[in-house]
């Protein structure tokens, strides 16, 4: 009984003291592409300016096509408070100055992780970014240097 | 000629790019809208603060709260239609000189990519004069209600129809665009219009990790019936009416424009400048403006403050014909010119300004703002100020509280 207790204890220790240092699982989004992808490594600034449309990345010949997710998902702020240190509204606005110049659209946004991971194994020229509960074997994590 | 050439050559591409369809989900059609929902009061009774030179009226003198200085409605549809090929069309409503809303085209043109880094346009477009030019009414997408008056208002003439190319390129860590036009355009306002030709302009754009720098130098000739007209009088007077006239007429000479910006958004902070110089050896003279503006992020809300200064850096008054010399009608006819004269002269824009602002993101693509700017004009400025009453002083001191709603959809 009072083993049970301590154990009990113990972990409710372990866990609020590992709380202060990990943020939990809605701070994990991975930048995947699929496995049979060339790309293995991409510069912050290249990931950056290739979801910005500041760049067109052409990696062995092949154009990569970011694909994003809807707006008000927790994985998409994540994101891109993460990789460009923008809240969505500053991305939203930063779509506001493309779209009315006539320089773009954003990229593609589809409605969550499971649909970017089902778009990935089908077109290897796509590069998206998950809840990292979605990674699987047929996806390679895009290491950000 | 230019544009009617730039018009067909817009019309061609489309029409012959139906045969190239290729990729599945092209040709794809994107509608898009921005706007703002507007108020303005001004403690100036005596005359019209407006944000275009050229609208018939604004807050002060015709409206305690005007609603119609920042207010607009703009749509836009955009169409892929092949890899290479795409086209947008945006038209705006917003007061115009003759005190409508009618709508206008901003910008109407066809876009051919050659690579993802090089592409050309034919068509309506927005001159890159200043960092925000393009953009500059979609007040969503900057920070401000209005962009600082005092670079802004610089050139009044803003789109142009004719051809652009846009270069992309990464060096390092930084991305770079540069952008290149020539057209030309034309502005009306109550009595007439202004037209602007043979205009040509290059700018240049560089992203390096949370700085942007920006430069960007053009020319245009600027010619207006009206002022052609009042010079016609002048060269009347013999030589020194002549010499008047070749000094200060418009038709015929160059205005250049150069101006150099700076920004720096590490996401919870932003900082950005202007400096701008426009230049003409004519009645519109030399003026120089710059701002700087400094914002700050808590969540969902951006305060910001800035500073502005414009002036005139040439004179700014002309003793003109010697009325003297002149017998009767003709001695009242030169000084009622000498005053006209003066009058334009002594119309640019020169004041020194402070804004503070603060932004609320309150729902995604909504922001409400509201501002507090205090302009202090120069002696002797009206610091673009329009409806201008007998008892209206120049060189004062307004102040202004703007509250505004703007969304894109």
């Known amino acids: 009984m009072f083993k049970r207790f301590i154990a009990f204890a113990t972990s409710l220790l372990l866990a609020s003291g590992l709380s202060l240092f990990y943020h939990p699982a809605s701070a994990e989004v991975l930048v995947v592409v699929s496995a049979e992808a060339p790309v293995t490594r991409l510069t912050l600034s290249d990931l950056r300016d290739v979801y910005l449309g500041r760049r067109t990345l052409i990696v062995n010949g092949v154009e990569v096509v970011p694909l994003d997710l809807t707006e008000g998902t927790a994985a998409r702020s994540e994101f891109y408070t993460h990789y460009t240190g923008q809240t969505p509204a500053q991305i939203k606005a930063h779509w506001a100055r493309q779209i009315f110049t006539g320089r773009g659209q954003p990229p593609q946004a589809l409605t969550n992780s499971l649909a970017v991971v089902e778009r990935l194994v089908s077109d290897a020229k796509s590069l998206g970014y998950i809840d990292s509960s979605f990674l699987d074997e047929r996806l390679r994590v895009v290491t950000i240097e | 000629?230019?544009?009617?050439?730039?018009?067909?050559?817009?019309?061609?591409?489309?029409?012959?790019?139906?045969?190239?369809?290729?990729?599945?989900?092209?040709?794809?059609?994107?509608?898009?809208?921005?706007?703002?929902?507007?108020?303005?009061?001004?403690?100036?009774?005596?005359?019209?603060?407006?944000?275009?030179?050229?609208?018939?009226?604004?807050?002060?003198?015709?409206?305690?709260?005007?609603?119609?200085?920042?207010?607009?409605?703009?749509?836009?549809?955009?169409?892929?239609?092949?890899?290479?090929?795409?086209?947008?069309?945006?038209?705006?409503?917003?007061?115009?000189?003759?005190?409508?809303?009618?709508?206008?085209?901003?910008?109407?043109?066809?876009?051919?990519?050659?690579?993802?880094?090089?592409?050309?346009?034919?068509?309506?477009?927005?001159?890159?004069?200043?960092?925000?030019?393009?953009?500059?009414?979609?007040?969503?997408?900057?920070?401000?209600?209005?962009?600082?008056?005092?670079?802004?208002?610089?050139?009044?003439?803003?789109?142009?129809?004719?051809?652009?190319?846009?270069?992309?390129?990464?060096?390092?860590?930084?991305?770079?665009?540069?952008?290149?036009?020539f057209g030309g355009g034309s502005v009306d306002y109550s009595t007439g219009s202004i037209d602007a030709s043979d205009s040509w302009g290059v700018s240049h754009r560089t992203h390096w990790g949370d700085a942007t720098l920006f430069a960007s130098y053009g020319e245009l000739k600027v010619s207006a019936d009206e002022l052609s007209q009042f010079f016609d009088v002048y060269r009347l007077f013999g030589l020194p009416g002549e010499q008047l006239a070749s000094r200060y007429e418009v038709d015929g000479k160059r205005t250049s424009l150069l101006s150099l910006g700076v920004g720096y958004d590490p996401g919870s902070w932003f900082v950005m400048g202007e400096w701008a110089r426009s230049s003409s050896p004519s009645l519109l003279g030399d003026s120089e403006g710059a701002y700087m503006t400094f914002g700050y992020r808590i969540a969902e809300w951006t305060p910001y403050v800035g500073v502005a200064r414009a002036k005139v850096t040439s004179n700014t008054s002309e003793s003109g014909l010697n009325a003297a010399l002149y017998p009767s009608p003709f001695a009242e006819g030169a000084q009622l010119l000498n005053g006209i004269l003066n009058e334009l002269l002594s119309s640019g824009m020169q004041q020194e300004s402070i804004t503070v602002g603060a932004r609320w993101d309150f729902r995604p693509g909504m922001a409400l703002t509201a501002q507090y700017d205090h302009i202090d004009m120069r002696s002797g400025s009206s610091g673009g100020l329009i409806n201008q009453q007998p008892e209206f002083t120049p060189g004062e001191r307004i102040n202004l509280f703007s509250l505004a709603l703007d969304f894109v959809f």
């Open chain 2, 1 to 181: 000629m230019v544009r009617q050439a730039t018009w067909l050559c817009a019309i061609l591409i489309v029409t012959q790019s139906g045969a190239l369809l290729a990729d599945s989900g092209l040709p794809n059609l994107e509608f898009n809208g921005f706007g703002t929902l507007g108020v303005v009061r001004s403690d100036e009774r005596n005359a019209d603060f407006v944000a275009a030179p050229f609208v018939s009226e604004g807050a002060g003198y015709s409206h305690d709260w005007s609603a119609e200085v920042d207010s607009r409605l703009g749509l836009q549809a955009t169409l892929r239609m092949t890899p290479q090929i795409s086209s947008v069309v945006q038209v705006i409503s917003e007061k115009r000189h003759d005190g409508s809303f009618a709508p206008d085209i901003e910008w109407a043109n066809v876009q051919y990519d050659f690579t993802p880094n090089l592409s050309f346009r034919v068509g309506r477009m927005v001159q890159s004069s200043f960092m925000s030019s393009e953009h500059r009414k979609v007040n969503y997408a900057t920070p401000w209600i209005r962009p600082p008056q005092e670079v802004y208002r610089l050139l009044p003439v803003a789109n142009f129809d004719g051809v652009d190319v846009r270069y992309r390129y990464p060096v390092g860590k930084t991305s770079n665009e540069l952008q290149m036009n």
